[in-house]
């Protein structure tokens, strides 16, 4: 199921030093939250399958599968959360079984660019530069949310020289905080130290361990790592930069039309509101689901 649990050890400082705060296995779930087993093929969006992935039957799906509770494993390693099911949803709507390569967060466009993977759910967020290489099919709006210790003061507004843990390779790690402390640094000021993680949990860990003032994640990832951890996080301000979720497929394939007939044909039957009701995020939802939004938008 959806739960994640966190060691209960915070109130011990020794126990957190020797196991740290967040382990993000989950029991293996047989019904995931949003259950998409229920959802049947869309002619329409069938019919604009490319003929290799038609014949083939199977989607092949990237994912880093370090960033709940958009995409995460269970305790079998096996990739689950809302964003792994409305990639699942997309293959039933496409009449495809589904085949899911875990790989780091930096490889999967190379990986759907060089042919090997089909389609990329790891909350990719759509910018110019990542159209050069992919289409995106948009799905979903999320804002950049801090978290910081409770009883804290951080200001995502006022954070020269702060320490500011993020998972490596997202947006806030490439562009929102090195813009930030280069600001700080104009300014006179001390610089913001960026402490990249492989996860999200790592991430998450630094900030309960007192190696970063705070973390920066897009605002689902950011709400679920603080309602795991057992009152030791809160938000640091408001969410803000709001940017567009995609899909990521290769650059002007077929594909990316029959994906987006497949996402609005959830949206038009009520499984996409269903799955992003059972996980809690459902302030993002759209109504539409469009292609390349940066540009576009």
């Known amino acids: 199921m959806r739960a994640r649990y966190i060691v209960p050890a915070f109130a011990a400082a020794a126990a957190l030093l020797l196991t740290g705060c967040v382990d993000n296995s989950t029991p293996a779930a047989t019904t995931p939250p949003g259950e998409v087993s229920t959802i049947e093929a869309d002619a329409a969006a069938v019919a604009l399958l490319p003929d290799d992935i038609k014949s083939a039957g199977v989607l092949v799906i990237g994912t880093d599968a370090a960033y709940p509770p958009n995409e995460f494993?269970?305790?079998?390693?096996?990739?689950?959360?809302?964003?792994?099911?409305?990639?699942?949803?997309?293959?039933?709507?496409?009449?495809?079984?589904?085949?899911?390569?875990?790989?780091?967060?930096?490889?999967?466009i190379p990986s759907i660019t060089g042919g090997t993977v089909d389609i990329g759910e790891s909350s990719f967020t759509d910018n110019l530069e990542r159209e050069q290489q992919v289409d995106f099919v948009n799905y979903y709006n999320a804002g950049i949310l801090w978290a910081a210790p409770v009883g804290s003061t951080v200001d995502p507004d006022n954070a020269c020289g702060l320490t500011v843990a993020v998972q490596d390779n997202t947006v806030e790690d490439t562009d929102e905080l090195p813009a930030k402390s280069d600001a700080c640094v104009a300014a006179g000021k001390e610089k913001i130290e960026i402490l990249p993680y492989g996860s999200q949990d790592e991430a998450t860990n630094a900030v309960v361990l007192g190696k970063a003032d705070a973390l920066s994640a897009d605002s689902p990832v950011t709400l679920y790592a603080i309602s795991k951890a057992e009152g030791e996080l809160q938000p640091a301000g408001e969410s803000f930069d709001t940017a567009p979720y995609g899909i990521t497929v290769d650059k002007g394939s077929e594909l990316t039309a029959a994906v987006q007939a497949a996402l609005q044909s959830m949206v038009d039957d009520g499984s996409y509101a269903k799955i992003l009701d059972a996980w809690g995020v459902t302030d993002g939802g759209i109504d539409t689901i469009t292609i390349n939004a940066a540009s576009n938008g």
């Open 73 to 108: 494993k269970d305790e079998s390693g096996a990739p689950i959360g809302w964003g792994i099911e409305l990639a699942s949803g997309i293959a039933a709507k496409l009449g495809l079984t589904t085949k899911y390569q875990i790989a780091s967060f930096d490889n999967i």
